[in-house]
């Protein structure tokens, strides 16, 4: 056999470059029965530069990715935190510490997945008496505290988690704060169950590593030649590059790709591809653990052969089955 192109770089490379296979789930995210793999399509160095990247953002930083455990797709104990610099902020939301921040960590003393405290500081509102919190990279200066009506009269109206005494007066003068803190070192140990409002950030890394899942899903179906055309030349030169196209590729939304699912839905992996109502344009659905809707356009003006390329599947993460949906399934 002579050099195969991959369909992500493009380079023509021997055999011998493709010896490692490309899975369309990752295997971060589950291992299914008959899984869908790509063979001979995705060369070992896109294979490497995706594990090693973007699909370590998703597995690790995305709410997707740390709901694993809560799902038995991931042991507790295997779960990996990017510590307080991660994409999900939690933020607590009754108690004592309501309006704190936090994140995820395993805790081999409990053998499970635990809230760990941002380093951060508090300042009690003057009208309010609750105290709002800022992580250390986004500390006001003393202006700043003013115009949010924050009170620095007393050592109680400021509050430290996660830093010691001494620390606290250190931030606190490099913002031009004279101000030294007497309060206690808090903890979060006593917050463990209580109710936590989470957001993430939704950024390239994680578009990208959506935008492969349905790339390599439409190749797994359709074959090499099909998506090496140059009609693909910009969700590829996206996914594997970070290069944006001039129009939006990836869009996200709560929208189901199940029609008939209410407000419980299924838990599992959805993958959607089909042509959409221009006919000129593939477009892909990508739903982890069936909480959010990734809306791919894989290709736009498509210029060459026709095909069927419809299809969807669901991946069982109890069973690992995978399962064809109807077209009457997707929305």
Known sequence: MGNIRCIYCQEDKPESGYKKAEHVIPQSFGKFANNFTLLRLVCDT????????????????????????????????????????????????????????????????????????????????????????????????????????????????????????????????EKGISFRYEGDVVSMSESQSILTEVQGTMDHAIFRATAKIAFNYLAYWVGGDFVRQPSFDQARNFVRHGREAPYPLVRVGQQPILVDEGAKRTVGHLVTVSWAADRVSIVAQVSLLNLFTYTICLARNYKGEQKEITRGHFFNITDGAILELGTSQTG
């Not at 936090?102 to 053998?111: G, N, Q, T, V």
């Not at 986004?138 to 050592?155: N, Y």
């Not at 830093?163 to 606190?172: C, D, I, P």
Request: aromatic residues 8%.
């Open 46 to 173: 896109c294979n490497q530069f995706f594990g090693d990247n973007i699909e370590l953002a998703l597995a690790r930083d995305t709410l997707e990715g740390q709901s694993r455990v809560d799902w038995g797709v991931k042991k507790p104990e295997d779960f990996k935190s990017p510590g307080h610099q991660s994409r999900i902020r939690i933020k607590i939301a009754e108690g004592s510490f309501k309006g704190a921040y936090a994140f995820l960590e395993y805790s081999k003393a409990e053998e499970k997945v635990t809230l760990k405290p941002v380093p951060q500081i508090g300042f009690r509102h003057g009208e309010s008496g609750e105290h709002m919190y800022f992580p250390l990279t986004e500390l006001p200066d003393k202006k700043q505290l003013e115009e949010l009506g924050l009170s620095l009269q007393d050592p109680k109206s400021v509050r430290a988690v996660g830093l010691g005494a001494g620390e606290v007066s250190k931030r606190l003068s």
